[in-house]
């Protein structure tokens, strides 16, 4: 079985930095891309927020980019979002994704999220 837990959410100011961390865990023998969507309240959509792949090659959304900064630790499984000049609208739970191989072949998995609020 794989897991991969969030942490990090939470409330901050605007303008203010936070960052998040997904850890994936589990039988698997390698992770390619990892990333980060997010789900704001009131909207039936979940929008991609950026990724990263095994060998660092990152993709940003338009409206976060210049601001948020993805990485990964390849040694823990385990990817980041450094998130500055936070934006009320920035608001929504903050899901990890990773796509990997198991014994099964590859696949997707999602994380339950973290709720991260921004707001004065």
């Known amino acids: 079985q794989v897991q991969l837990v969030e942490s990090g959410g939470g409330l901050v100011q605007p303008g203010g930095s936070l960052t998040l961390s997904c850890a994936a865990s589990?039988?698997?023998?390698?992770?390619?891309?990892m990333g980060w969507f997010r789900q704001a309240p009131g909207k039936q959509q979940r929008e991609l927020v950026a990724t990263i792949t095994s060998g660092g090659i990152t993709n940003y959304a338009d409206c976060v980019k210049g601001r948020f900064t993805i990485s990964r630790d390849n040694a823990k499984n385990t990817v980041y979002l450094q998130m500055n000049s936070l934006k009320p609208e920035d608001t929504a739970v903050y899901t990890c994704?990773?796509?990997?191989?198991?014994?099964?072949?590859?696949?997707?998995?999602w994380g339950q999220g973290t709720p991260v609020t921004v707001s004065s």
């Open positions: 589990g039988r698997f023998f390698s992770i390619a891309t």
């Open positions: 994704n990773a796509g990997l191989v198991t014994t099964m072949g590859p696949g997707n998995y």
